[in-house]
């Protein structure tokens, strides 16, 4: 016999216990006390990466052996020296690019996206090694870079090293490298906030306790090993009181999009001079040389440009800057650390946009009312930072943490908002995704709730199934489906079906293929309980869409029918893949369907004939 009653939605009650508002397993707990070690040498190599490029730049500017962190352009060289520095520390990073490796080019972040996305977290030893060293050389020798993004991609390098002797998942993998990005992050800053919430935004690419927890543990094991060895204050602390009207948070959106527009330009010319240097007829080994003669160039015209300028960004947090100094740091600087960049030279992009930001809001502290020391330069540099990496969370944490400046934390969330919307209305991709996107690859930043695990399969399966009893024969089987009525469209195209006994107790299922293949080959007398899967995969009605389509990839099947939660063998539906996209149907439904749900309903006097109007 076979059976197509519809089962009653009233046979299927709901349960959500089995739910929970984040999927946590003790497995979190063993990658967050591995994520410990890995903070501890992300923030060693950290404050190694930092004593390096001082090591380099006194060596090569001051003619002395010294780590101290030093500007390259206080130090009254000689011209030459000043030229021929950046040009002969990119011959260094073209050689140890070509013969070393490829992946030290760049400025760090769009590496390790990649490794992340599609390298399985995978990241060669030899460039933990070669990443630091080719930065502290790129840096130390005058170049307009900082140290944060080599340190997130040898973080990320050193994370993914001990993971990959470790048994351990793509995921666990990509959560250590994150922990070793963000502490080295932490580490070279001294901003644990800012770092988690970078890992959040940019590199995570989820919000799961999995991978929030280990990171977490690293960022605050490598910011209690920085203190110790490089201080625990803020890096460019900020004194003075600030008088902010309403006015002043008017202009502070106008400081946003000025922000927003200078971090356009910036990113649309790091990749045009990508471009240029395409088009060169020599070798992309040479290229870090020919940005250095650019950097050597720059660094004649205006000296401070050079290397991470750490000096600049204060003076320009405290006001002491020279308006001269501001107009030039805002045009060359811009330009030697873009077009170098876009060299394929090692080097980070955090401290240069702290510097160009801070020009920018210095300038326009000479037009806007006057707030308090540095107010329009901390606004810029975090609309900087919210238009470049379209990352506004980050750069309004980041510049708090960098200046201990709580009480602008209005004005900064309304400069990098402004800057975030208009660089994410006019730029299709930031600085940090173009490189990947030039590579052939696509990566989404938005995160939203999935649809898929906000329904059920008892809103989306079918009842109204086709079943046969476990004694028919597969000729009799297939006669059922041909005999169907042609209304019937879903119950023709079921193509799996339950085999049941008393009823509505599965025994296993059967395709329409086995069906016709038993027929075909001379059996069409066996009952389908002997050719039926007898340990089918299975859902239930109270699981969520995105665990059953989960269920269904794992398996390689696209239907499965549906039992009772309490009771495993009793039917009560059928569910396939197309069916789950209803929830992908409703999602867009809600984003692009638009209705007028309230109306306003006005009372009118009685000798107007009409007691109210819609």
Same mark, same amino acid.
């Given at each position: 016999?076979?059976?197509?009653?519809?089962?009653?939605?009233?046979?299927?009650?709901?349960?959500?216990?089995?739910?929970?508002?984040?999927?946590?397993?003790?497995?979190?707990?063993?990658?967050?006390?591995?994520?410990?070690?890995?903070?501890?040498?992300?923030?060693?190599?950290?404050?190694?990466?930092?004593?390096?490029?001082?090591?380099?730049?006194?060596?090569?500017?001051?003619?002395?052996?010294?780590?101290?962190?030093?500007?390259?352009?206080?130090?009254?060289?000689?011209?030459?020296?000043?030229?021929?520095?950046?040009?002969?520390?990119?011959?260094?990073?073209?050689?140890?690019?070509?013969?070393?490796?490829?992946?030290?080019?760049?400025?760090?972040?769009?590496?390790?996206?990649?490794?992340?996305?599609?390298?399985?977290?995978?990241?060669?030893?030899?460039?933990?090694?070669?990443?630091?060293?080719?930065?502290?050389?790129?840096?130390?020798?005058?170049?307009?870079?900082?140290?944060?993004?080599?340190?997130?991609?040898?973080?990320?390098?050193?994370?993914?090293?001990?993971?990959?002797?470790?048994?351990?998942?793509?995921?666990?993998?990509?959560?250590?490298?994150?922990?070793?990005?963000?502490?080295?992050?932490?580490?070279?800053?001294?901003?644990?906030?800012?770092?988690?919430?970078?890992?959040?935004?940019?590199?995570?690419?989820?919000?799961?306790?999995? %991978?929030?927890?280990? =990171?977490?543990?690293?960022?605050? @094991?490598? /910011?209690? +090993?920085?203190?110790?060895? !490089? $201080? &625990? *204050?803020?890096?460019?602390?900020?004194?003075?009181?600030?008088?902010?009207?309403?006015?002043?948070?008017?202009?502070?959106?106008?400081?946003?999009?000025?922000?927003?527009?200078?971090?356009?330009?910036?990113?649309?010319?790091?990749?045009?001079?990508?471009?240029?240097?395409?088009?060169?007829?020599?070798?992309?080994?040479?290229?870090?040389?020919?940005?250095?003669?650019?950097?050597?160039?720059?660094?004649?015209?205006?000296?401070?440009?050079?290397?991470?300028?750490?000096?600049?960004?204060?003076?320009?947090?405290?006001?002491?800057? %020279?308006?001269?100094? =501001?107009?030039?740091?805002?045009? @060359?600087? /811009?330009? +030697?650390?873009?077009?170098? !960049? $876009? &060299? *394929?030279?090692?080097?980070?992009?955090?401290?240069?946009?702290?510097?160009?930001?801070?020009?920018?809001?210095?300038?326009?502290?000479?037009?806007?009312?006057?707030?308090?020391?540095?107010?329009?330069?901390?606004?810029?540099?975090?609309?900087?930072?919210?238009?470049?990496?379209?990352?506004?969370?980050?750069?309004?944490?980041?510049?708090?943490?960098?200046?201990?400046?709580?009480?602008?934390?209005?004005?900064?969330?309304?400069?990098?908002?402004?800057?975030?919307?208009?660089?994410?209305?006019?730029?299709?991709?930031?600085?940090?995704?173009?490189?990947?996107?030039?590579?052939?690859?696509?990566?989404?930043?938005?995160?939203?709730?999935?649809? !898929?695990?906000?329904?059920?399969?008892?809103?989306?399966?079918?009842?109204?199934?086709?079943?046969?009893?476990?004694?028919?024969?597969?000729?009799?089987?297939?006669?059922?489906?041909?005999?169907?009525?042609?209304?019937?469209?879903?119950?023709?195209?079921?193509?799996?079906?339950?085999?049941?006994?008393?009823?509505?107790?599965?025994?296993?299922?059967?395709?329409?293929?086995?069906?016709?293949?038993?027929?075909?080959?001379?059996?069409?007398?066996?009952?389908?309980?002997?050719?039926?899967?007898?340990?089918?995969?299975?859902?239930?009605?109270?699981?969520?869409?995105?665990?059953?389509?989960?269920?269904?990839?794992?398996?390689?099947?696209?239907?499965?029918?549906?039992?009772?939660?309490?009771?495993?063998?009793?039917?009560?539906?059928?569910?396939?893949?197309?069916?789950?996209?209803?929830?992908?149907?409703?999602?867009?439904?809600?984003?692009?369907?638009?209705?007028?749900?309230?109306?306003?309903?006005?009372?009118?006097?009685?000798?107007?004939?009409?007691?109210?109007?819609?």
């Amino acid at each position: 016999m076979s059976s197509t009653q519809p089962i009653a939605p009233n046979d299927v009650p709901r349960d959500v216990h089995h739910l929970g508002d984040f999927r946590a397993t003790p497995r979190m707990v063993v990658i967050a006390a591995l994520a410990i070690p890995v903070g501890a040498i992300a923030a060693v190599v950290a404050w190694a990466l930092l004593r390096l490029i001082g090591l380099i730049t006194n060596a090569i500017f001051y003619q002395r052996i010294d780590t101290a962190l030093v500007a390259p352009g206080g130090g009254h060289d000689h011209w030459y020296v000043v030229l021929l520095a950046p040009i002969i520390g990119g011959l260094v990073i073209g050689v140890m690019a070509r013969y070393g490796s490829e992946k030290i080019r760049g400025h760090g972040m769009p590496e390790a996206i990649e490794a992340i996305l599609l390298g399985g977290s995978k990241v060669q030893p030899r460039v933990a090694v070669l990443k630091p060293v080719s930065s502290a050389i790129a840096i130390g020798t005058g170049g307009p870079f900082g140290a944060e993004g080599p340190i997130i991609m040898t973080g990320g390098a050193i994370g993914s090293l001990f993971a990959q002797f470790l048994r351990l998942t793509a995921d666990e993998r990509k959560t250590l490298l994150v922990a070793g990005s963000a502490a080295g992050m932490a580490a070279t800053f001294n901003t644990p906030f800012a770092a988690v919430m970078l890992a959040v935004e940019l590199l995570l690419f989820e919000w799961r306790p999995r %991978s929030y927890v280990p =990171v977490a543990t690293a960022v605050c @094991v490598a /910011t209690v +090993i920085r203190h110790p060895m !490089l $201080g &625990s *204050g803020v890096l460019f602390p900020v004194h003075g009181a600030l008088h902010v009207s309403p006015l002043a948070e008017l202009l502070c959106a106008v400081t946003g999009i000025v922000a927003g527009l200078l971090a356009i330009v910036s990113t649309m010319l790091v990749y045009a001079a990508e471009d240029g240097f395409r088009r060169l007829p020599v070798h992309w080994m040479w290229w870090p040389a020919i940005g250095g003669i650019i950097i050597g160039l720059g660094g004649l015209i205006v000296p401070e440009a050079l290397g991470v300028g750490y000096n600049i960004i204060g003076a320009e947090l405290d006001g002491s800057i %020279s308006i001269g100094l =501001v107009v030039g740091i805002l045009i @060359v600087k /811009t330009l +030697i650390w873009s077009l170098s !960049l $876009g &060299s *394929g030279t090692s080097g980070g992009i955090l401290a240069p946009m702290f510097m160009i930001g801070g020009a920018l809001g210095a300038l326009e502290a000479h037009i806007f009312p006057d707030v308090g020391p540095g107010f329009w330069a901390l606004v810029a540099l975090a609309g900087v930072l919210g238009g470049v990496m379209r990352s506004p969370f980050t750069g309004v944490i980041f510049a708090l943490e960098l200046t201990g400046r709580f009480d602008a934390i209005l004005p900064m969330i309304i400069g990098a908002s402004t800057a975030f919307a208009l660089s994410s209305l006019l730029l299709k991709r930031s600085v940090l995704t173009e490189k990947i996107a030039r590579r052939g690859y696509h990566l989404t930043r938005e995160y939203d709730v999935d649809p !898929l695990e906000i329904y059920f399969v008892g809103e989306v399966m079918q009842r109204d199934i086709l079943s046969y009893e476990s004694d028919l024969s597969a000729a009799e089987a297939l006669e059922v489906i041909s005999g169907t009525e042609p209304a019937k469209v879903e119950t023709r195209r079921q193509m799996l079906y339950p085999v049941v006994e008393d009823g509505d107790k599965i025994v296993g299922v059967v395709t329409r293929t086995q069906l016709e293949t038993a027929v075909h080959e001379g059996s069409a007398n066996r009952p389908v309980q002997e050719l039926c899967i007898t340990a089918p995969i299975v859902t239930h009605s109270d699981q969520t869409l995105r665990e059953t389509a989960n269920a269904m990839a794992a398996n390689a099947v696209d239907k499965m029918p549906v039992v009772d939660r309490e009771d495993s063998t009793r039917l009560v539906g059928l569910v396939s893949l197309t069916m789950l996209l209803e929830g992908r149907v409703r999602d867009v439904r809600e984003a692009q369907e638009s209705e007028r749900v309230l109306r306003l309903r006005v009372a009118r006097p009685s000798w107007f004939g009409r007691q109210d109007r819609p």
